[in-house]
Every structure is written in C-alpha cells, then in structure tokens.
C-alpha cells in the first residue's frame, strides 16, 4: 500500500510539474554545447537535434549551439558538473567515451559518469579506421606487418590505434596534435598520413562521403561490439581476439559505442525537467521532418533512450579491475 501511495505521489509531482515546466521554458533558450569542434560529425549531429527539438518541448523553447572542444569532451563534462545551471537549459552533446573515461583516465575525468542524466542518443555507434585509397593497407591485417601512419587528435583517434597496437600486435605510429577529427582528416587527403583510426562511420558518411564512394579514401577496420551491418566486409577488430582478457578489454573499450551520440545533463536536474527532456527527444527522434533533414545530411538515426543508457553505464563501471587496469596501461594517461 505504501509503495502505491508512494508512487501516486510521483506520478501526481510529474502531472503537477508539467504546467509549470512550460512556463518555465517559454521565451526561454536552451544552449546545446558541443564537446567537440564545428565542422565534425558530432557537430552536425547536434546542430540537426537543435533545429527540431524545441517543438517537441512545452513552451517551444528556442536552441542555440555552442561548441566547447577539448580532452575528448571533458572540458565539457567538468563544466556540466561543476558550473552549468541545473534547471534544465543547457544541455551537453559529448563524446561516448565520456563513460569510460573516469575509469581509465581519473587523473583527468574527475567525475562519476553514473551521476550524470543521460536524455538519450541518436545513435548507435560504430568507430572506424579510414586510409587513402592509394595506401597499401586495406585490411586489420595489413597492420600487423608494415607501419601504418595515422592522424591524432584527441580521444579515439590516439586510443584506438594505441589498444590495437598493445594488444594485438599491430603497427600504428600515431602523429598526435591535430586538433580534431576534421583536421586529420585534412592531413589524410594532403598525404601527410596514410590514415586515422578511431573517428565513427557516421562522421565519415557525413562529412566525407563523396570520397569515399570516388575512391578517394577507404574503410579498412571496424570497432564495436557488433559489426556495422553497411559495411560487413570491413575487417573487424574483434576477429583478431584469442584470449578472453582480450576480449573483455574489447569490451570495455568499446561498449559505450552503444550510445555513440549521447545528450547529457548536469546532475540535479528537477524529475520533472528531465521527463520532459526525455520525452522531447524521443518525439524528435520519430519526427517526419527531422527524419527527412537527417536523410538529406547523411545522418544516420538508430536512438537510444536516456531511460536504457544508465544500465549500460553501470555494467561498465562493474568491469574486473584487472581489465581496466590494464586497458590503463595501454591508453596511457591522457584521452
């Protein structure tokens, strides 16, 4: 009896608060910040979600778009969790690995991932390693043998090629400090690379499909927990495991791709806010309009509720200690 007064009561908070969520964000705007440079794929992403989101929201809020880069999205992070008001207008598009990152680099990520409010994702994720098309190497396999040079910049595309590297035994030299995903990319097409490892399909498919339908530039290994089902011949990083430790160090390296286009909150966030957040990216995600916007940008949608991202959060912080330790040693120190 208790329980179902108990949620009565929430019930009824949510119905109350809905009325008032909609005054409160009438004439109001909302600042998506975006833990990655304009230009990229996660940008596009979130500059889409803005355009049709506030539609979906009572009082029809207005978006703008502000892009805070650096640390693999943990700028953006630390600012969410320590600066950014908690009522609901600014909202966070970050990198997914800002899941794992305080288990692997707590030295920079000084947050807890599971206190953060996930609204969703409008993605799952697949990363991959793109080479020129005159390059020799056109397989996982290839790296085993010759030195593969690729683009760095921050987060996968220097952790990607570095995991590969320790645990399988491949030939990666990365060239770090590019300053995003869209200036390696740069570097691939003046020759400066033979490649980058560890920027997503989605990016490339938006940003650089022309290429790669020209030849210019091609795909030649996968990473996820499941292949992308456009590109099942592409060699995949989990083919090359032999022992269970390699693969659970797959794992945790490679399960936040589930949710590959996360939108977060700061923690504290009132219940009612957040519903109606969640609620709104949900619409939008079925939206005709968005939809049709997306298909003309070559911008894959597969969401994922913000309700399903915290189970997964939980079974990455529940990895053996052993693996992440040694996942640490591989990636180093910084994302």
Partial sequence: MKQFIAICGLLSTLIVGMPAVAQDFQGKQIKLMVGAPPGGGYDAYARL???????NIPGQPTFIVQNMPGAASISLVNHLMTAAPRDGTVIGAVFNLVATNPLLFPAHAKYDSRELTWIGSTLRETYVGIARGDAFVSSLADVMNKEVVVAGSTGATNSFPSFAN?????KFKVIVGYPGTRDGMLAVERKE????????????????????TSGAIKYFVQFGVRKHPDIPNVSWIYDYAQTPDQRSAMDLMFAAQEFGRPYILPPGVPAPVVAMLRDAFDKTMKDERFLADAG??????DP????DIAPLIDNIYSTPQ???????????DVP
């Fill in 49 to 55: 979600l803005a355009q049709h989101m506030g539609r």
């Fill in 166 to 170: 320790a645990v399988l035994g491949t």
């Fill in 193 to 212: 690379v033979n490649g980058l490892v560890g920027t997503t399909y989605a990016s490339v498919q938006a940003t650089a499909k022309h290429d790669i």
């Fill in 296 to 301: 003309r940008l070559s911008l894959d949608i």
């Fill in 304 to 307: 994922l509720q913000g309700k």
């Fill in 322 to 332: 052993h693996v992440v330790d040694s996942v640490k040693l591989i990636v180093g």
